[in-house]
């Protein structure tokens, strides 16, 4: 199938069954192809089972060391992976849809704020228990599923619990939120961030690894160790300056940015 459409770039985006298939058929073809780092697969499958990082990173090296350009999503990315002995690493920032996350009318929650707001998977590598076992102030809410939510709602029955809806849903469950929760430690650039900021909901998140480099040095975030106080503290940032911030990743820049790393093919 590659070969009958002859693509002018090859990309491959991810280190599955599909991405080792592209990977060996393009080495055996001699064709130069990009990848993507997307996520951090050691920190998810420690987390799960156990597995030494050590391990789980040397197969992802092997995965990537053939490819002209590893994309990486942020510097710090970028830094790690080289860092662990990954080769022509570049950066491929993120971008969200301007038009379809934006700030709206922030209706149906009246008399239950502030809104704490979680979006995305409910399982143990994206730390939503450290999200609902806060002391905060009224309303948390859930949208997402996952192999932790049953465990969520037994813990937690004082949230509320939704599952993700189309794009322009999402964006009204954003824009009624008053801080958006990410209470992840494991992301590299997590595209939740940027539609939050969006809509115009600061973001409350750890200082790691993709909060750091999303926020930045803008008031548009809270970035704390103790989780709760970086929720205290974005109650007080502006939402204009959130979705200020998040107009400096248009999904054009992400498209030219992707474009300029990738390697013109020659069929022979």
Known sequence: MIDADSPDAIHIATEGPLGWAARRHYLARRLPFTTAYHTRFP??????????????????????????????????VKRDL??????????WSRGVDLAVFRPVERDGLAGERPVFLYVGRVTVEKNVA???????????????EGSQIADMRLRHPEARYAS???????????????????????DTF????????????????YPVTGPIDVIGDWDAGALDEDLRAACLKALSLSREWA???AERFSW?????????????????
Request: glycine share 4%.
């Open 243 to 245: 979705r200020a911030h």
């Open 130 to 144: 450290a999200c609902l076992a806060l002391d905060l102030p009224d309303t948390k809410r859930v949208v997402g």
């Open 82 to 91: 080289e860092a662990r002995g990954f080769a022509n690493v570049a950066l």
């Open 43 to 76: 920190e998810y499958i420690a987390a799960r089972f156990g597995v030494p990082l050590a391990w789980t990173y040397a197969l992802l090296r092997r995965f990537h060391a053939p490819a002209s350009r590893v994309m990486a999503p942020t510097p710090s």
């Open 252 to 268: 054009e820049a992400a498209a030219e940015e992707f474009a300029r790393h990738l390697r013109p093919v020659r069929w022979p």
């Open 190 to 205: 997590s595209p939740v961030l940027l539609e939050a900021l969006a809509c115009g909901t600061p973001i409350a998140a």
């Open 164 to 186: 993700v809806p189309p794009p322009s849903e999402l964006a009204r469950a954003y824009a009624a939120a008053d801080i958006f929760v990410f209470p992840s430690k494991t």
